[in-house]
């Protein structure tokens, strides 16, 4: 759970943790473009650091992902000044960046409150509403990569070759996965799976679940590291959405399960595959967002490339048991172990969201279907691709948006996020979908691959 103090100057600074055992600190913020920015300090500054914070400008609040402005109705331009302030609860040394430790950070105004548009505390925000409304939420994020060769500096060779899911690949990846698992485990991540995938050089790996901010925050220190380990192995991680046009990408899945004080909500109820009344209603009210939740999740004009049927990248909006063509996918476990291994999957997401906003928006979107009493449509089997148009309208299967301004659009229309995020947080969103959208609308797919390659 995030511990930043409510207002700054914080006392007690790092009085209340062990020093850091590094010369210098990395305190990371995510942009609206889902591009993890940073400042540093030296390890001797930490405890200053903690306690007023370091400046960072509020204009990366409308940056898009090529690193170019855009000016919303309440954030961007050249003015102000912020401050980032540690968690330093979830302070770890890179073992992966010797030397080196890492915080997240959240921000604040010079005045010393919260900075409304700050992800991450939009974040902790939804999760304490959750926690109000009785509920516990555990989420991870799934990472999909690519390797590359380090000496191909303009596109992307694939580092290693073989069958999807193959021994052969994974022959070629043994010590590279033995050593980022271990790295991981050495920064406090436990790795639940590792596996090749099914694109050129794909692998993909999946962690331990928690509590909803520290889930975002492992998939930023995941990244990292995976980033990391590949260039101590003479490779290049490619996480962006589309790794070559007309093919399969990577994506950021999210699972997540919910639980009140009588046990877990997606099981041991008498509602679809076990679910109680308010674990339905809580992924009706994800299924009824997820055009909107794409904007945050996937908004990226490359994110498109990716978000194609019959690659399992849950582009229609329904749901299904163990269905991945639905965006919503229910996963019930082995038989008799449904009490801690039902939970459900997002597959819609990608590198380019901010998993701050992805978990926020999407506690956001099933508390209010809790509040609601949503109840889910019939369930889909199969590849909506296939069904007639008959069999699509009675099934009230849609596609979900296609475009960056699509969705956008249907962001802009969600009243569930646009009052959980807050006007300054929401139109900084808007504004940076829709300057990306409409900066590379005429461009190729090509030329989106390149863009994107190396930015996440």
């Not at 003015?79 to 770890?92: A, S």
């Not at 010079?110 to 959750?130: I, K, L, S, T, Y």
């Not at 691709?385 to 659009?409: I, K, N, Q, Y």
């Amino acid at each position: 759970m995030a511990t930043t103090p409510d207002r700054i100057p914080a006392e007690g600074g790092t009085a209340l943790i062990d020093k850091p055992n590094a010369s210098m600190v990395a305190l990371s913020f995510v942009d609206n473009a889902g591009i993890t920015r940073v400042k540093a300090v030296p390890g001797q500054r930490l405890e200053h650091a903690s306690r007023y914070g370091v400046g960072v400008s509020p204009c990366f609040e409308t940056f898009a992902f090529d690193d170019l402005m855009a000016v919303g109705r309440y954030l961007g331009g050249p003015d102000g000044d912020l401050r980032l302030i540690p968690d330093l609860t979830r302070m770890t040394g890179l073992a992966c960046q010797p030397g080196w430790a890492w915080a997240p950070a959240d921000k604040y105004t010079q005045d010393g409150a919260r900075f409304a548009a700050c992800q991450r505390h939009f974040a902790a925000r939804q999760a304490e509403a959750a926690r109000a409304a009785g509920l516990r939420l555990s989420m991870a994020f799934e990472t999909e990569w690519s390797v590359g060769r380090a000496d191909d500096t303009d596109g992307f060779t694939p580092a290693i070759h073989g069958p999807a899911y193959g021994m052969v690949r994974l022959g070629q990846v043994a010590d590279y996965a033995a050593d980022l698992v271990a790295v991981l485990d050495r920064q406090g991540i436990t790795v639940d799976q590792f596996h090749p995938e099914y694109a050129p050089g794909q692998l993909e790996l999946s962690i331990e679940p928690s509590e909803p901010v520290a889930a975002a925050d492992d998939a930023v220190l995941v990244r990292h590291t995976i980033r990391q380990v590949s260039v101590q192995h003479g490779w290049r991680a490619l996480l962006a959405p589309c790794i070559e046009p007309g093919g399969t990408g990577s994506g950021a899945h999210l699972h997540l399960s919910v639980h009140d004080d009588r046990g877990p909500l997606f099981a041991r109820g008498e509602g679809p595959h076990g679910m109680r009344p308010t674990g339905e209603a809580f992924l009706a009210g994800i299924l009824r967002e997820l055009p909107a939740l794409v904007a945050a999740g996937a908004g990226n004009p490359a994110s498109f490339l990716r978000l194609e049927p019959s690659r399992w990248a849950g582009v229609w909006q329904c749901w299904g048991r163990e269905t991945r063509e639905a965006a919503l996918r229910f996963v019930t476990g082995v038989r008799g172990t449904e009490d801690w291994a039902a939970n459900a999957e997002i597959k819609c997401f990608d590198a380019t969201g901010n998993p701050y906003l992805i978990v926020g928006s999407v506690i956001a979107a099933g508390l209010a279907g809790v509040a609601e009493q949503l109840r889910l449509p019939p369930e889909i089997t199969g590849d909506p691709v296939t069904f007639d148009a008959e069999a699509l309208m009675m099934s009230d299967v849609r596609r979900l948006p296609t475009t960056p301004t699509e969705a956008a659009d249907q962001l802009a229309a969600s009243r569930p996020l646009a009052g959980a995020m807050g006007v300054e947080l929401h139109d900084a969103l808007l504004t940076v979908r829709r300057a990306e959208a409409e900066r590379y609308a005429e461009a190729s797919a090509e030329e989106l691959v390149a863009l994107t390659r190396w930015r996440f």
